[in-house]
């Protein structure tokens, strides 16, 4: 059974920093795109980044430069490194696992990031 499990969301101060981990276990994941979203109250899920098995990245165009996606493929683990934290950036963070075009796809129960203005 294929279970990504968050960690690292909380409170801070606006300027500070995160470092969010998603721990996958239950397959190889041999080839999946790893993934962070987020949704915000009263507002759809939207993409934050994406990293590739080769470690190609993706980013929101409204966080390139604060956030940094990476994954470590022996572990089964990625992270979401967030700096510069602002006010807009409080939601709910969602680890994703998928292989592109198919029905394997995976989210994350979700973390909880509330930055504080």
């Known amino acids: 059974q294929v279970q990504l499990v968050e960690s690292g969301g909380g409170l801070v101060q606006s300027g500070g920093s995160l470092r969010l981990s998603c721990a996958a276990s239950g397959s190889r994941f041999t080839g999946y795109v790893w993934g962070w979203y987020r949704q915000a109250p009263g507002k759809e899920r939207e993409m934050v980044a994406t990293?590739?098995?080769?470690?190609?990245?993706n980013y929101a165009d409204s966080l390139k430069g604060r956030f940094i996606i990476s994954r470590d493929n022996a572990e089964n683990t990625h992270y979401l490194q967030m700096n510069n934290l602002k006010a807009e950036d409080t939601a709910v963070y969602y680890c994703?696992?998928?292989?592109?075009?198919?029905?394997?796809?995976?989210w994350g129960q979700g973390t909880q990031v509330t930055v504080a203005s």
């Open positions: 994703h696992a998928e292989i592109r075009g198919t029905s394997f796809e995976y």
């Open positions: 990293i590739t098995s080769l470690g190609t990245t």
